[in-house]
């Protein structure tokens, strides 16, 4: 179609995945809140400022991944792979509001499970199209790995769900 075509796709391609990323992080929060803060979170957790320059980074990984497959045919011959990539980034939109607005730590960890799952099928999808566009999404699995566990640390050490956390749990579990 034309250069101008193939910039103003990759730029949609790309605003996709950052918009939806900062609409999650607009319903949901973030880091930066008091509730957030007060969590019992292990001594590997990233500093507050590391998450969105990685989820930045992530989103545009992202976008360009899936850019590179649509233009193998858009979704007239590519709608497996493509709809694996919607279907995980929609459930990456929703743990954010389940995580950071419901307080619901056993439900984000449930759907974060599911997340690292549909990134790993896409990621398979991507790999029989266009392997650049596989391996793009290769940090956003270990991104999401590291989430998972950060995640699992504050359902095991906080309780499933914390409406109230003035009373963290000590470490040693939720028995504890």
Known sequence: MGILWDIGSLIIAVAIPVAVGFIGTAVGGGGDSDWY?????????????????????????????????????????QSYPLSAYIFQLLLNFLWTPIFFAWHRFDLALVEIVI???????????????????????????????????????????????????????QPGGPSA
């Open 37 to 77: 803060k007060q969590l019992n979170k292990p001594s590997w957790t990233p500093p507050n400022w590391v998450f969105p320059v990685m989820w930045t980074t992530l989103y545009v990984l992202m976008g360009i991944a899936s850019w590179l497959v649509w233009k193998e045919g858009g979704f007239e011959h």
């Open 115 to 169: 997340l690292w799952l549909a990134i790993a099928v896409t990621i398979y999808l991507f790999w029989h199209v266009h392997t650049i566009a596989a391996y793009l999404l290769v940090p956003y699995i270990l991104w999401v790995t590291v989430a998972t566990a950060l995640n699992w640390y504050i359902w095991l050490y906080n309780g499933p769900s914390q409406q109230d956390i003035t009373q963290p749990l």
